[in-house]
Protein backbone atom coordinates (compact mmCIF):
# COMPACT_ATOMS: atom_id res chain seq x y z
CA UNK A 1 0.00 0.00 0.00
CA UNK A 2 0.97 3.49 -1.06
CA UNK A 3 -0.18 6.54 0.59
CA UNK A 4 0.14 9.98 -0.69
CA UNK A 5 0.25 9.55 -4.59
CA UNK A 6 2.39 12.94 -5.03
CA UNK A 7 5.91 12.43 -6.82
CA UNK A 8 7.45 10.41 -4.38
CA UNK A 9 5.09 7.84 -3.66
CA UNK A 10 3.52 7.73 -7.28
CA UNK A 11 7.27 7.41 -8.17
CA UNK A 12 7.11 4.61 -5.96
CA UNK A 13 4.26 2.89 -6.97
CA UNK A 14 4.83 2.52 -10.69
CA UNK A 15 8.16 1.40 -10.50
CA UNK A 16 6.88 -1.46 -8.11
CA UNK A 17 4.24 -1.97 -10.90
CA UNK A 18 7.04 -2.20 -13.11
CA UNK A 19 8.65 -4.88 -10.80
CA UNK A 20 6.14 -7.10 -10.80
CA UNK A 21 4.92 -5.96 -7.00
CA UNK A 22 0.56 -5.67 -6.96
CA UNK A 23 0.30 -2.24 -5.25
CA UNK A 24 -2.51 -0.24 -3.96
CA UNK A 25 -2.40 3.48 -4.30
CA UNK A 26 -4.46 5.50 -1.51
CA UNK A 27 -4.91 9.67 -1.82
CA UNK A 28 -7.20 12.03 -0.62
CA UNK A 29 -7.46 14.09 -4.06
CA UNK A 30 -9.68 12.75 -7.24
CA UNK A 31 -7.95 13.52 -9.78
CA UNK A 32 -4.60 11.84 -8.65
CA UNK A 33 -6.56 8.88 -7.70
CA UNK A 34 -8.50 9.26 -11.52
CA UNK A 35 -5.08 9.65 -13.43
CA UNK A 36 -3.89 6.84 -11.72
CA UNK A 37 -6.19 4.47 -12.36
CA UNK A 38 -5.63 1.46 -14.48
CA UNK A 39 -1.36 2.05 -13.80
CA UNK A 40 -1.76 0.48 -10.06
CA UNK A 41 -3.59 -2.59 -9.04
CA UNK A 42 -5.51 -0.45 -7.45
CA UNK A 43 -5.94 2.91 -6.33
CA UNK A 44 -9.05 4.76 -4.20
CA UNK A 45 -9.89 7.90 -2.83
CA UNK A 46 -9.30 7.87 0.78
CA UNK A 47 -8.68 9.67 3.90
CA UNK A 48 -5.62 7.71 5.56
CA UNK A 49 -5.69 9.37 8.86
CA UNK A 50 -9.10 7.78 9.18
CA UNK A 51 -8.83 4.78 10.98
CA UNK A 52 -12.43 3.59 10.04
CA UNK A 53 -11.61 4.18 6.27
CA UNK A 54 -8.53 2.54 6.31
CA UNK A 55 -10.18 -0.55 7.95
CA UNK A 56 -12.03 -0.68 5.41
CA UNK A 57 -8.83 -1.36 2.90
CA UNK A 58 -8.36 -4.01 5.10
CA UNK A 59 -4.88 -2.18 5.96
CA UNK A 60 -3.94 -4.91 8.22
CA UNK A 61 -3.45 -7.42 5.65
CA UNK A 62 -0.99 -5.49 3.30
CA UNK A 63 3.13 -6.97 4.45
CA UNK A 64 4.26 -3.09 3.73
CA UNK A 65 2.60 0.27 3.79
CA UNK A 66 4.49 3.41 2.44
CA UNK A 67 3.41 6.62 3.76
CA UNK A 68 4.56 9.15 0.79
CA UNK A 69 2.31 12.35 2.44
CA UNK A 70 5.21 14.82 3.54
CA UNK A 71 4.24 18.15 3.14
CA UNK A 72 1.11 17.69 5.53
CA UNK A 73 3.03 17.04 8.64
CA UNK A 74 -0.37 16.44 10.69
CA UNK A 75 -1.46 13.64 7.87
CA UNK A 76 2.25 11.90 7.79
CA UNK A 77 2.51 11.08 10.85
CA UNK A 78 -1.27 10.41 11.30
CA UNK A 79 -1.29 8.11 8.51
CA UNK A 80 1.66 6.26 9.88
CA UNK A 81 0.01 5.79 12.99
CA UNK A 82 -3.19 4.28 11.76
CA UNK A 83 -1.21 2.14 9.49
CA UNK A 84 0.77 0.76 12.56
CA UNK A 85 -2.31 0.68 14.94
CA UNK A 86 -4.23 -1.88 12.22
CA UNK A 87 -0.96 -4.25 12.32
CA UNK A 88 0.78 -3.06 9.06
CA UNK A 89 4.29 -5.34 9.41
CA UNK A 90 6.15 -2.87 8.18
CA UNK A 91 5.71 0.80 7.71
CA UNK A 92 8.10 2.75 6.04
CA UNK A 93 7.13 6.83 5.33
CA UNK A 94 8.94 9.79 4.15
CA UNK A 95 10.08 12.72 6.33
CA UNK A 96 11.07 16.19 5.11
CA UNK A 97 12.82 17.26 8.30
CA UNK A 98 14.56 15.78 10.79
CA UNK A 99 12.22 16.24 13.43
CA UNK A 100 9.62 14.63 11.25
CA UNK A 101 12.09 11.94 11.10
CA UNK A 102 12.35 12.04 14.86
CA UNK A 103 8.51 12.24 15.36
CA UNK A 104 7.79 9.47 13.37
CA UNK A 105 10.41 6.92 14.44
CA UNK A 106 9.18 7.57 17.88
CA UNK A 107 5.71 6.30 17.33
CA UNK A 108 7.05 3.07 15.73
CA UNK A 109 7.60 3.38 12.11
CA UNK A 110 10.20 1.14 10.85
CA UNK A 111 11.94 2.69 8.15
CA UNK A 112 12.01 6.54 7.54
CA UNK A 113 13.24 8.02 4.25
CA UNK A 114 14.30 11.18 3.47
CA UNK A 115 14.47 11.10 -0.40
CA UNK A 116 15.51 14.57 -0.77
CA UNK A 117 17.93 15.31 2.12
CA UNK A 118 19.50 12.23 0.96
CA UNK A 119 19.63 13.30 -2.86
CA UNK A 120 21.15 16.36 -2.06
CA UNK A 121 23.84 14.78 0.17
CA UNK A 122 24.87 12.27 -2.87
CA UNK A 123 24.46 14.91 -5.42
CA UNK A 124 26.86 17.11 -2.97
CA UNK A 125 29.51 14.33 -3.25
CA UNK A 126 29.23 14.05 -6.75
CA UNK A 127 29.75 17.86 -7.62
CA UNK A 128 32.66 18.38 -5.78
CA UNK A 129 34.43 15.39 -6.84
CA UNK A 130 35.18 13.14 -9.65
CA UNK A 131 33.11 10.57 -9.19
CA UNK A 132 30.56 8.95 -11.15
CA UNK A 133 28.00 7.76 -8.75
CA UNK A 134 27.80 7.91 -4.96
CA UNK A 135 25.93 5.99 -2.77
CA UNK A 136 26.44 6.16 1.00
CA UNK A 137 25.64 2.57 3.01
CA UNK A 138 25.83 3.98 6.04
CA UNK A 139 27.28 6.85 8.35
CA UNK A 140 31.19 6.88 7.12
CA UNK A 141 30.54 4.30 4.48
CA UNK A 142 30.26 4.37 0.85
CA UNK A 143 29.82 2.67 -2.36
CA UNK A 144 31.41 4.81 -5.44
CA UNK A 145 31.21 4.81 -9.24
CA UNK A 146 34.67 6.09 -10.67
CA UNK A 147 37.62 6.42 -12.79
CA UNK A 148 40.44 4.59 -12.04
CA UNK A 149 43.75 6.04 -11.61
CA UNK A 150 46.64 6.01 -14.26
CA UNK A 151 49.00 4.45 -12.87
CA UNK A 152 47.11 1.30 -11.64
CA UNK A 153 46.92 0.59 -15.43
CA UNK A 154 47.94 -2.53 -16.34
CA UNK A 155 48.63 -4.24 -12.91
CA UNK A 156 46.52 -7.19 -11.15
CA UNK A 157 44.41 -6.32 -8.42
CA UNK A 158 45.56 -8.79 -6.27
CA UNK A 159 49.49 -7.28 -7.09
CA UNK A 160 47.86 -3.39 -6.04
CA UNK A 161 48.75 -1.28 -3.10
CA UNK A 162 45.15 -0.41 -3.26
CA UNK A 163 43.54 -1.26 -0.36
CA UNK A 164 46.63 -0.94 2.02
CA UNK A 165 47.10 2.54 0.54
CA UNK A 166 44.08 4.11 0.16
CA UNK A 167 41.97 2.01 2.58
CA UNK A 168 39.49 1.08 -0.09
CA UNK A 169 37.92 -2.33 -1.88
CA UNK A 170 37.26 -2.52 -5.52
CA UNK A 171 34.44 -5.11 -5.54
CA UNK A 172 33.26 -4.46 -9.48
CA UNK A 173 34.66 -3.50 -12.82
CA UNK A 174 32.82 -2.89 -15.94
CA UNK A 175 34.81 -2.31 -19.50
CA UNK A 176 33.50 -0.85 -22.21
CA UNK A 177 29.91 -1.86 -23.19
CA UNK A 178 29.83 -5.15 -21.26
CA UNK A 179 28.47 -5.50 -17.84
CA UNK A 180 30.01 -4.66 -14.30
CA UNK A 181 31.62 -8.31 -13.26
CA UNK A 182 32.81 -8.85 -9.39
CA UNK A 183 36.65 -7.87 -9.16
CA UNK A 184 38.93 -10.62 -8.62
CA UNK A 185 42.49 -10.48 -7.78
CA UNK A 186 43.58 -11.47 -11.26
CA UNK A 187 41.63 -8.74 -12.54
CA UNK A 188 43.89 -6.35 -14.51
CA UNK A 189 43.02 -2.54 -15.07
CA UNK A 190 42.70 -0.83 -18.22
CA UNK A 191 42.35 2.78 -19.64
CA UNK A 192 39.09 3.16 -19.84
CA UNK A 193 37.50 0.78 -16.87
CA UNK A 194 34.81 2.44 -14.56
CA UNK A 195 35.42 1.06 -11.19
CA UNK A 196 33.04 0.24 -8.14
CA UNK A 197 34.94 0.84 -5.07
CA UNK A 198 34.15 0.39 -1.47
CA UNK A 199 35.18 1.60 1.74
CA UNK A 200 35.15 4.89 4.31
CA UNK A 201 34.36 7.94 3.24
CA UNK A 202 36.73 10.08 3.14
CA UNK A 203 38.92 6.82 1.59
CA UNK A 204 36.61 6.61 -1.54
CA UNK A 205 36.50 10.12 -2.20
CA UNK A 206 40.43 10.68 -2.09
CA UNK A 207 40.60 7.49 -4.54
CA UNK A 208 38.56 9.01 -6.93
CA UNK A 209 40.66 12.04 -6.78
CA UNK A 210 43.87 10.69 -7.69
CA UNK A 211 44.17 10.82 -11.67
Known amino acids: MVI ?3 RFGKSLALELMEQGTEVL ?3 SDHRIVQSLAGRLTHVVQAD ?3 EDAMRQLSVAE ?3 AVIGVGNDLEAS ?3 ASVALGLGVDQVWAKAISHAHARILTQIGVHHVVRPEHDMGKRVAHL ?3 SMLDYIEIDDGYAIVKTR ?3 RLYGVPLGESTIRAEFGVTVVG ?3 GEDDFTYATAETVIEDGDVLIVAGPRESVERFSEIT
Request: glycine share 16%; net charge positive; charged share 30%.
Open 173 to 175: IKR
Open 148 to 150: PPR
Open 4 to 6: GLG
Open 62 to 64: FER
Open 25 to 27: GVD
Open 127 to 129: VKG
Open 77 to 79: ILS
Open 48 to 50: ATN
